[in-house]
């Protein structure tokens, strides 16, 4: 999950030189879709981090993880058994 939300901050900084290469490289056309299908990776890259976000924050409210069955009885960890 680490990797997950680290790419979108790796394709940051690494989309700019490709797309600079293939400006000066490839017709204006190929160069066009190129960036704009890096920009497409780079967004959903970044959807998928936000989700990633999202879905973590809500598993720790425990009226959303009851929905999905991963609640746990309050103190069921820490009780001490009798």
Known sequence: M???LLLPLVLTFALPAPARRSV???A???ALWVITVSAV???GCSLAALGAFVLSGLLAL???AALVGHA???NARTSPRP
Request: hydrophobic share 55%.
């Open 41 to 43: 990776v780079w967004a």
């Open 72 to 74: 746990y009885p309050p």
């Open 62 to 64: 425990s009226v959303f």
């Open 24 to 26: 000066d490289r490839l």
């Open 2 to 4: 680490t990797a997950l």
């Open 28 to 30: 204006p056309v190929a």
